[in-house]
């Protein structure tokens, strides 16, 4: 894909300018690590297989000009070489690249990379500055560590699927690709926090990141109340928080949430929608009173804010500082003036506004403009990368010849 402003694609400008990263992920946890990693400015070098690439390319639809929207949504600010591990000539060019490169991410099979000879032992011994980072569904210990894992199995496995749901109903999968974003999330925390002392220190680590542990740690306010007493929960339609009242309501046109923290602010509610004697009530006074009697307050409030319309209702709770919000739909939330005031939908560059990423959460005064470049075509940087690490035009051309890698121009002719 050629680019209409390269400038505006140039890496390197936020904190972690100057780090090498070498990502061999596939599907959604691994990218989004490495994409987060390139949005502060690494330079990430994505390695794919021959033909296919990630598997990622293959979800969908949706597609703009054969690009799937969930790939793409991970992918930004990466530069794609192709090369065949399975082939022993793609295998040695694959340790070039790790062996200048100050971080090297996976999500392969165990076994897999023990053959291949670029499992963490062996990497960690012939390379002792590289950051080395799994990811997996169960990590790199215990009975079930070669075990596949995906997002629905982990959220299955956490226990967190067994919170989900309308009360009385089956247990459900949160409807987004929860486990894989959050681990992405804390496996470039933890490649950050790394990275600082690598640059002090020289030294590397192992980093041992699975999305069974992540989603744990999502869960664990559940599971310290559940250790320390506490009933052990099911799905509630959202009711049984900690906090009352903390939940989804219906007012008369649609569905809100009000959430209310703390003692000051349930006063301040209770009188903001005309219902005073709750806010006087003693036995309401404290979150632990609300608790026990939620089922009173909630049939109150409930029949209170049906009568009047969504809108209504955080207009006056606005007022006194009490967060609340309509449940909205994607249609709403791609249109809020937050959303849209945030800058939080980047247009991914060279589709005419057909497509778009997701800012990363983060936003530094540093980098006030976040680079956006699209998600690399297959095999489209497998010249400039391998030229970058010293293979000769002959030995490039040999390499493809052989399948080793794949370069751009091949791809042009499979398509």
């Given at each position: 894909m050629s680019h209409e402003n390269e400038d505006e694609y140039e890496t390197g400008r936020g904190p972690l300018s100057g780090l090498k990263v070498i990502d061999l992920t596939t599907s959604y946890a691994g990218p989004t690590a490495a994409m987060y990693l390139a949005d502060l400015g690494a330079d990430v070098i994505k390695v794919e297989r021959p033909g296919s690439g990630d598997d990622a390319r293959g979800w969908g639809p949706p597609f703009v000009d054969s690009r799937s929207a969930w790939f793409a949504s991970a992918n930004r600010n990466k530069r794609s070489v192709v090369i065949d591990l399975r082939h022993p000539d793609g295998l040695a060019a694959l340790r070039r690249l790790i062996a200048t490169a100050d971080v090297f991410i996976e999500n392969l099979n165990p076994a897999k990379l023990r053959t291949s000879g670029i499992g963490p032992d062996r990497l960690r011994q012939d390379f002792p500055h590289l950051i080395?980072?799994?990811?997996?569904?169960f990590g790199l210990s215990g009975p079930d560590c070669e075990l596949p894992g995906y997002d629905l199995v982990a959220q299955a496995r956490s226990g967190m699927m067994s919170v989900t749901g309308a009360e009385g109903g089956t247990p459900q999968r949160v409807s987004t690709a929860l486990s894989d974003i959050v681990t992405g999330m804390c496996a470039a925390l933890a490649i950050s926090a790394a990275a600082v002392r690598q640059r002090e220190q020289g030294t590397g680590?192992?980093?041992?990141?699975?999305?069974?542990?992540?989603?744990?740690?999502?869960?664990?306010?559940?599971?310290?109340?559940?250790?320390a007493g506490a009933p052990e929960p099911a799905p509630s339609g959202g009711t049984d928080s900690v906090l009352a009242v903390y939940q989804t309501f219906s007012a008369a046109d649609r569905e809100l949430v009000v959430a209310i923290g703390n003692d000051a602010m349930w006063a301040r509610f209770c009188r903001a929608v005309g219902l005073p004697h709750l806010a006087a009530d003693a036995a309401l006074a404290d979150n632990e009173g609300r608790r026990r009697n939620r089922g009173v307050i909630v049939r109150e409030v409930g029949a209170r804010l049906r009568t009047r319309s969504a809108a209504e209702w955080i207009s006056v709770l606005a007022d006194v500082q009490v967060p609340c919000s309509m449940v909205q739909g994607l249609s709403?939330?791609?249109?809020?003036?937050?959303?849209?005031?945030?800058g939080a939908l980047l247009p991914v560059p060279g589709t005419e506004g057909r497509m778009h990423t997701v800012h990363s959460p983060f936003r530094l005064a540093s980098t006030p403009i976040a680079p956006n470049s699209p998600?690399?075509?297959?095999?489209?940087?497998?010249?400039?990368?391998?030229?970058?690490?010293?293979?000769?035009?002959?030995?490039?051309?040999?390499?493809?010849?052989?399948?080793?890698?794949?370069?751009?121009?091949?791809?042009?002719?499979?398509?």
């Open positions: 080395y980072c799994a990811i997996s569904g680590d192992l980093i041992d990141m699975s999305l069974l542990d992540c989603d744990l740690a999502l869960m664990a306010p559940r599971i310290a109340a559940y250790l709403e939330v791609v249109a809020d003036a937050q959303v849209v005031a945030r998600s690399p075509d297959l095999a489209a940087h497998t010249t400039e990368i391998l030229s970058e690490h010293g293979f000769s035009d002959a030995e490039i051309e040999e390499l493809a010849g052989s399948g080793a890698v794949e370069v751009a121009e091949q791809q042009g002719a499979r398509r």
